[in-house]
């Protein structure tokens, strides 16, 4: 998969992980079914130990009220694709 669709996916799951903003009263129900779909598609977006811990972290980060607003798959694309040092 090439590095800028995966920026377009991860741009989508991050907003879709905005949604409980949006959705007074069932957005802390949605958080509970997302969080841990987010962090699973997180580690198939990301092999390996990376991939692993930005899918806890993307889970955490999806189940702890407050946090949604992070963009959590955008900050995972930018550290492999702009800041990691291969």
Do not use: H, R
Not at 18 to 24: D, E, H, Q, T, W
């Amino acid at each position: 998969m090439s590095k800028y669709k995966k920026l377009l996916i991860g741009i989508i799951l991050d907003v879709i992980g905005c949604i409980s903003y949006f959705l007074p009263g069932i957005g802390e129900f949605f958080d509970v079914i997302w969080a841990p779909v987010a962090g699973w598609l997180m580690t198939k977006l990301y092999k390996g130990k990376e991939g692993k811990i930005a899918g806890l972290v993307a889970f955490v980060e999806e189940a702890v009220p407050g946090l949604d607003i992070i963009p959590t798959f955008t900050l995972m694309w930018l550290y492999t694709y702009v800041f990691k040092q291969n």
